[in-house]
């Protein structure tokens, strides 16, 4: 008896239709400014907060989030060390998670995050609150262009994160804050 | 076996007839706002139909593309499965919890497990299956399938959630506040997240070239449940494939917009690799896919992205609520597709249209959705699946239009009949369907054929 595997396979030939090509895509430029970035992230529900350089990222951090206690970060000392073995009930605590971000995408307000930089690939959307930290050099104005430039392919999991985590799953009264991070501030330099 | 036909579903939808006029504007801002969000998009009909023609150049080498997409996902450490059917795809995820001795599973979004049933298997064989889609989470907890595929509990009102909240979770009764009945679903799913042992998801887009699999959320859900959990499995159907990561750039740009008028999705996660020590699953389902394929009239149903948009503008639609169409997905895509699941059960969703073309016009693939409808009505037909009232019908009409005297004749008797029958007669609604909640036209004096002969010549 042929396996599932071989029997799908061999329906899949038997009744693909005449080949057609396969377009090229071309790169649709458009506006790659802050401007239109921020814009668009608000209209999400996200925000966009600048910071004069990378050092003062600590303490626009405490600023920004005078309340948080536990910090997870890559980028300064955190208050919370997390790596890829931190257990699932000490995840559940963070308040606040400092991220690096790859790229930013004006058209829509996606920042890509791989998990190189996510420390724990829960991290993201477990935190209560997220910050993520872009330089502006590395805004592309739409998805082609992202996708031309993701550094290391879709590494082993990554993610465009486009605001906070929402839904409008009740009578499509839009709540932001279902499951992943309550509120998102993409950190500029 | 009889069915029960969509009209006849619909029927139980429109008793409330306010909450039909809710349902129908609703859905009718969310095509409203979908518009606002493409118009805003320049290139954006280059962009369909790039994403028409990569889906066509797909499906048109699709063994290949399974044959690399498996290739490069076992190389990245991810265990291949495939599946004919539903039973082979629900058996292969009860093995997979089996083999980890798990009981907790959590589930995002996935039209392709509810295709197969896999809930009512898996908890039949005492596995505990939480939706965590904020939607399917309550519709799940009331026992209803969903009505939308992007909207799952778009039939219910708030007041329905606040009870379902109030039976399930013991929030306050009488609660309605949508932030409040989120916020505790929030707390009520964090618990289910973190003890989560097996995570199931479905698949947007699956990459051919990277072995990557793209889901795509607003809540979060999937990327809880999946990077907490120590085994993650993902389903997708045979036609989630695209050849390259490259052309999720047309995908993403299309994806959102068309669906909610969103820029994008919150979260477009990419899965290629498992942690190490950690476990992912992919399972390939066919489930009639390729039959579909070897069909050359309906084989562009299998290029859908399940964006929603037809159904959204769809009149009939939002008018008549999911649940009348009785299959996983309905609207316009589900009566093209489900026919080649069951063509008797589903004989009445090719006639659930008024072939406005509204959903071919809005679809992001291009899909020629309305014309399929009215070429799955001649099967149907053929097949002798029409209700033996609308077959006579059709019949007579069919003459009657083929010939100008009788059509003349029908007319003068027509616009007599109106004026001199009682109207208990000419509203009969059992006679006539249209007089259910309609009036009928004033019956004019005179044709447009005896009109026009009146007429003075044109001069030559």
């Known amino acids: ?63 920004l989030w ?6 997870a970060s890559s980028l300064f000392t955190p208050t919370l060390r997390i790596d890829q073995h931190t257990p699932t009930d000490v995840l559940a605590d963070v308040d606040l998670a400092v991220l690096p971000v790859e790229l930013g995408v004006a058209e829509n307000g996606a920042v890509w995050l791989p998990e190189a930089n996510m420390l724990h690939r829960a991290l993201p959307t477990v935190t209560q609150h997220l910050a993520l930290v872009l330089d502006e050099r590395c805004l592309v104005a739409t998805m082609h262009q992202a996708y031309a430039r993701l550094p290391d392919g879709p590494g082993g999991y990554g993610m465009f994160v486009a605001g906070p985590s929402k839904t409008a799953d009740i009578e499509q009264s839009l709540v932001i804050g279902a499951h992943g991070a309550r509120s998102l501030v993409v950190l500029v330099y | 076996m009889s069915y029960l036909t969509h009209a006849s579903r619909a029927e139980a939808f429109t008793l409330d007839h306010e909450r039909t006029s809710w349902h129908d504007e609703t859905l009718w801002f969310v095509r409203q706002k979908r518009d606002k969000a493409v118009y805003a998009v320049p290139e954006f009909q280059e962009l369909r139909n790039l994403a028409s023609a990569i889906k066509d150049h797909t499906l048109s080498r699709l063994d290949e593309y399974l044959a690399q997409f498996e290739a490069a996902a076992q190389a ?19 093995d997979i919890i089996r083999a980890r001795g798990a009981t907790r599973v959590v589930k995002s979004k996935s039209m392709l497990t509810e295709e197969c049933h896999l809930n009512p298997y898996l908890i039949k064989e005492g596995i505990e299956v939480i939706d965590t889609d904020l939607g399917e989470r309550i519709i799940q907890m009331r026992d209803e399938p969903p009505s939308h595929i992007v909207l799952p509990a778009i039939h219910l009102k708030k ?13 306050a009764e009488g609660l309605t506040d949508p932030q409040q009945l989120t916020e505790a679903a929030r707390q009520h799913l964090r618990a289910k997240f973190l003890a989560g042992e097996v995570a199931l998801t479905g698949v947007n887009f699956a990459i051919a070239e990277t072995g990557s699999v793209v889901v795509c959320t607003n809540e979060g859900n999937a990327d809880l449940g999946a990077s907490l959990a120590p085994v993650h499995v993902a389903s997708m159907g045979i036609e989630k494939l695209v050849p390259r990561l490259s052309d999720l750039g047309v995908f993403t740009r299309l994806l959102a917009r068309s669906a909610t008028g969103q820029p994008v999705t919150t979260y477009t ?14 399972i390939i389902v066919d489930n009639g896919r390729t039959q579909q394929l070897g069909r050359p009239d309906f084989r562009a149903s299998l290029k859908c992205i399940r964006c929603g948009a037809c159904m959204n503008t769809c009149p009939v639609y939002r008018r008549s609520g999911g649940h009348s169409y009785d299959f996983t997905v309905p609207g316009p895509i589900g009566s093209i597709l489900s026919p080649n699941i069951d063509l008797k059960k589903h004989s009445t969703l090719p006639f659930a249209s008024t072939l406005c073309g509204s959903c071919t016009d809005v679809c992001p693939v291009k899909i020629d ?5 009215y070429k799955w009505r001649q099967i149907v037909s053929e097949a002798n699946h029409l209700p033996t009232a609308k077959k006579l019908g059709l019949k007579f009409m069919g003459r009657l239009l083929a010939s100008p005297t009788a059509f003349k004749v029908s007319g003068m008797l027509g616009r007599k009949g109106l004026r001199l029958l009682p109207y208990g007669l ?29 007429q003075a010549q044109p001069a030559t």
Request: charged share 20%; hydrophobic share 40%.
């Open chain 2, 76 to 94: 990245n450490g991810v265990r291949v499965h495939w599946a004919a059917n539903a039973a082979e795809h629900n058996a292969i995820v009860l």
């Open chain 2, 426 to 454: 000419t509203h009969n609604k059992t006679v006539n369907a249209w007089a259910i909640a309609r009036e009928l036209p004033e019956p004019p004096k005179q044709s447009f054929r005896e009109w026009y002969a009146q």
């Open chain 1, 66 to 71: 005078p309340e948080a206690k536990l910090i």
């Open chain 2, 369 to 373: 959705i309305h014309v399929q409808l």
């Open chain 2, 159 to 171: 007041e329905d959630v606040g009870a379902t909240f109030f039976k399930h979770l013991g929030t």
């Open chain 2, 269 to 282: 996660s990419h899965y290629t690799k498992p942690v190490e020590g950690r476990e992912m699953h992919i």
């Open chain 1, 1 to 63: 008896m042929s396996t599932a595997r071989d029997r799908i396979l061999a329906a899949a030939r038997a009744n693909k239709p005449a080949e057609t090509p396969l377009p090229t895509v071309p790169d649709f430029w458009g506006d790659n400014s802050l401007e239109r970035f921020s814009t668009v992230l608000a209209s999400i529900g996200g925000e966009v907060a600048q910071l004069a350089s990378l050092s003062d990222l600590e303490t626009t951090v405490h600023k």
